[in-house]
């Protein structure tokens, strides 16, 4: 039987994947969180269908490019097309058509900030299906967002009925991709190119279909490359990046430090002259910046228990983990087969693939 260790993490704290994590969900939710005052823009007069078909297949061509060999990514495999269906179903069809219908509907800079309760139903998703850590700091994070979407939606209750329609249809979107984003976690080991890759062909296959069976006109070869533009920054790099942030940080934590995307929508939204909103919408950004902060200052660190375990993944050598062997000893990350023998340490960490231990509180 492998002895179990016990260290205090040398090395690993030096690198915290709070930071490391949040970073690269930062990332992705400043390039998600443009698109949508661009999709507002240049999705007038452009079926909703159509336009989710547009940007999925921006996303898929990004994803082509971003496709890593196999010896530094693992593929997706034949049992990973549960996941990826619905992966495609809920963020490449239902998400995309209700928010470029919503956005139509209501003003930029509400439906970029309504986008904020997308972390809210990932953190839940991912509390209940995953039993990922939710602590009093996590708890706090979200309530003020729940409590800036509440007041966001009391500033747009004046400005009439369609504008409250279309604020829904936001809110349907924020639904679907927080499913998304649950879901995608079990994909967050396999190469985030091929992943952004077969969700984009997926949802611009059955979204263009849709669109020819309901009769949507084609746009002008502009505004269509325009589309195909956003798609692929805001939601194929955008999601290369999210899926990465998974991996250090957890679905949870990674949907909740993605609440910066609709502030950024929110600013471009402002600077590119929107200026409607009251009371309600300034109260709504100073909450859902404090929830944003408290997240990011979180720091979780204490004794741990790695049970063994045998999977395959890009990683990198003196991380702490990844202690086995090899001759030549590879430069960089690389991805095979590998066993974790049982280990007892020390050091902070989130829920990443490594960390999926249960807590008592």
């Known amino acids: 039987m492998s002895k179990s260790v016990f260290s205090r993490g040398s090395g690993l704290g030096s690198r915290r994947p709070v930071l490391l994590g949040g970073g690269l969900a930062l990332l992705a939710a400043v390039l998600f969180g443009v698109s949508t005052p661009l999709l507002q823009r240049l999705g007038v007069g452009v079926g909703s269908l159509t336009t989710a078909a547009l940007l999925y297949a921006g996303a898929a061509v990004t994803g082509v490019l971003l496709r890593q060999p196999v010896e530094r990514e693992a593929r997706v495999r034949r049992g990973d097309l549960g996941p990826l269906l619905a992966m495609a179903l809920s963020g490449a069809v239902i998400g995309p058509v209700a928010l470029a ?129 956003v798609g692929a920054t805001g939601y194929g790099l ?77 990683h990198t050598h003196g991380d702490g983990h990844h202690l086995h062997h090899h001759d030549p000893m590879p430069v960089g990350p690389h991805s095979h087969r590998h066993h974790h023998a049982p280990m007892h340490h020390l050091h902070p960490h989130a829920p990443d693939e490594h960390h999926q231990h249960a807590h008592a509180h």
């Open 101 to 229: 219908w919503g956005v139509q509907h209501t003003s930029a800079t509400a439906a970029s900030l309504m986008l904020t309760l997308e972390a809210v139903f990932t953190a839940v998703l991912a509390w209940r299906w995953y039993g990922e850590a939710v602590d009093r700091r996590v708890l706090a994070a979200m309530a003020l967002l729940t409590l800036g979407a509440v007041a966001l939606v009391l500033d747009q209750a004046d400005a009439g009925r369609a504008a409250g329609w279309g604020l829904l249809a936001v809110l349907l979107a924020t639904a679907a991709w927080g499913v998304d984003n649950t879901v995608s976690r079990r994909l967050a080991d396999r190469d985030p190119g091929q992943v952004v890759m077969l969700k984009g062909l997926l949802g611009a296959t059955a979204t263009a279909g849709l669109a020819v069976v309901m009769g949507e006109p084609v746009p002008q070869w502009p505004t269509a490359l325009g589309l195909f533009l």
């Open 238 to 314: 955008s999601l290369r990046f999210y899926l990465l942030a998974q991996r250090t940080f957890g679905a949870a934590r990674t949907g909740s430090v993605f609440t910066f995307a609709p502030l950024i929508g929110a600013l471009l939204a402002f600077l590119m002259g929107e200026r409607g909103g009251g009371v309600g919408l300034g109260l709504a950004v100073v909450l859902m910046v404090a929830g944003l902060v408290l997240h990011l200052a979180e720091h979780h660190e204490h004794a741990h228990v790695h049970d063994p375990l045998d999977h395959e993944h890009a």
